[in-house]
């Protein structure tokens, strides 16, 4: 299946990220482009306990930063509405652990975890109400986190386009990392 912002922002990461100390991506199989090999899903579960009663979501990739994830991104080419939206960030932020044998095991969230989410605007009409609505989902989510309980603090939405720079989406990476 074909997933040009998937495969972009995938490469576009690793490319920066590659020379970083102590860092680690782990990519969905949508991220890679046409690189079939080490091809894995990225399941989160609550617990430390892998089993399918405590798997509550797979994401499109990490960021590790010292054994620990520090960023989670997703990235929604298709169903861009606030369910789909929130329901992703929700079932993200009720887990703890990344948890495949390929990274060792167990890998845990760090203290201070973000979330950043890309939308695929390349189908919306001219003058759509979506951007603001994408806007407005961002500040509601931003105010009520960290939710209790929950590692990630910082939350990001991002609309853009395959053909986009995404030099926002780095800076954003960039900043937190340093955090």
Known sequence: MNHPLHEKIG??????????????????PACCQGDETDLQQIPL??????SR???????????LQKGKI???VEIEEADIKPTQ???KFLTSALTNFY??????GKVEMANSVFFLQV?????LKD?????????????????????????????????????DDLSEMIHFIKTELGR
Do not use: M, W
């Not at 939308?119 to 189908?123: A, C, I, V």
């Open 11 to 28: 490469n576009l990461i690793e490319v920066t990220f590659k020379d970083f100390a102590n860092l680690k991506i782990v990519k969905d």
């Open 45 to 50: 579960f609550r617990t430390d306990q892998k």
């Open 53 to 63: 009663h405590t798997r509550y979501c797979c994401v499109d990739l990490l960021i």
């Open 70 to 72: 520090r960023g989670i």
């Open 85 to 87: 939206i929130c329901g």
């Open 99 to 104: 948890i495949h044998e390929k990274d060792g």
């Open 119 to 123: 939308l695929d605007s390349s189908k």
């Open 127 to 163: 003058r759509s109400a979506k951007l603001e609505q994408f806007k407005n989902l961002e500040h509601s989510i931003q105010e009520i986190i960290p939710l209790k309980n929950s590692r990630i603090d910082r939350y990001k939405l991002l609309a853009g386009k395959e053909s």
